[in-house]
């Protein structure tokens, strides 16, 4: 019932920028945190972004003053602007969102299903 999509990954040469999107649908009450993660075969899935329903942000160490995450509540959709792209930011991007389903009893974690970015030349 609550489905999150993620859009924008694709191939991008070394320098070049990439914009993200998740979009939140279905029975949605409230949406709190929403954060951006990634992996690839050799790493564990780890934390991009975060932005809290208020707008407080948490970022990486590898990402600061690269990407820039931001949210559209009144869209339930969050986005993640990534400049200055470098070949290790290549990574299957997820998105994640902690949602309190209408008629639901609390909140929940929700995933969507990952969007490849590929940095290289």
């Known amino acids: 019932q609550v489905q999150l999509v993620e859009s924008g990954g694709g191939l991008v040469q070394p320098g070049g920028s990439l914009r993200l999107a998740c979009a939140a649908s279905?029975?949605?009450?409230?949406?709190?945190?929403m954060g951006w993660y990634r992996q690839t075969p050799e790493k564990q899935r780890e934390l991009v972004a975060t932005i809290t329903s208020g707008g407080i942000t948490k970022y990486a160490d590898s990402v600061k003053g690269r990407f820039t995450i931001s949210r559209d509540n009144a869209k339930n959709t969050m986005y993640l602007q990534m400049n200055s792209l470098k070949p290790e930011d290549t990574a299957v991007y997820y998105c994640n969102a902690e949602i309190f389903p209408t008629g639901g009893f609390a909140y929940s974690d929700y995933w969507g299903q990952g969007t490849q970015v590929t940095v290289s030349s």
């Open positions: 279905g029975s949605i009450f409230s949406i709190y945190v």
